[in-house]
């Protein structure tokens, strides 16, 4: 019989799989690479996308800017009713479309004059670069135009929030200058509330 050690050693599995492990992973082993025109072709395509997506991005911007300032102005009118029912006293928020600023007013207890609320919506808020203010009157029911109210200091229109939860109707209408979109703030009666009001169209009156 065959002495085993005079056998010729076998390679087991193990051996094969490194060996074969070893040599896919080998520095030497060559990898695969983008040529410089791969490069290219990818920096042209990112630069077309970039370009495509950032007007319209721009344009989103512009559009929140118009929204956001339709939500504030109309937090601030809420803010004005709840503090005339409260405060038994009579509030005014001022617009002024000249300076596209608006701002709050209270009636002072002796009943003669308005002067500054004394709080953070005293201050005057400004519309967004590139967003104007215009004052319109809501017609009436009878269907004739509404008067505008009393000028305010300076000959600034205004909105009156009254104890009795009474407002004084009144359409203010935001316009984005640069793309002609057009959001309207409104109380369109004594009892409503304002509002942001849609259906709103570039050049309407």
Not at 44 to 66: D, K, N
Not at 95 to 120: C, H, I, K, M
Not at 154 to 167: L, M, N, S, W
Not at 178 to 201: D, K, L, P
């Amino acid at each position: 019989m065959q002495n085993g050690a005079d056998a010729p050693p076998r390679r087991g599995r193990s051996s094969i799989r490194q060996s074969s492990f070893i040599i896919l992973h080998s520095p030497h082993s060559p990898r695969p690479a983008f040529t410089l025109l791969e490069l290219v072709l990818v920096m042209v395509i990112l630069t077309i996308a970039v370009a495509l997506i950032v007007p319209q991005m721009s344009v989103f911007g512009r559009g929140r800017r118009l929204g956001d300032c339709a939500t504030e102005l109309v937090a601030v009118a809420h803010y004005a009713r709840t503090k005339a029912i409260s405060d038994g006293l009579t509030y005014r928020l001022n617009v002024d479309p000249q300076q596209n600023r608006y701002w709050l007013t209270v009636q002072q207890p002796s009943g003669a004059d308005f002067a500054d609320t004394g709080d953070e919506f005293g201050r005057p808020f400004f519309a967004p670069e590139g967003v104007t203010l215009t004052w319109a009157v809501p017609p009436q029911p009878s269907g004739q135009s509404g008067q505008p109210s009393q000028p305010a200091q300076g000959d600034v229109p205004y909105a009156e929030f009254r104890p009795d939860g009474r407002t004084d109707p009144a359409v203010i209408r935001l316009t984005d200058t640069g793309t002609g979109s057009v959001m309207e703030v409104a109380c369109r009666s004594a009892t409503e509330m304002f509002r942001i009001t849609s259906g709103a169209r570039p050049g309407a009156r």
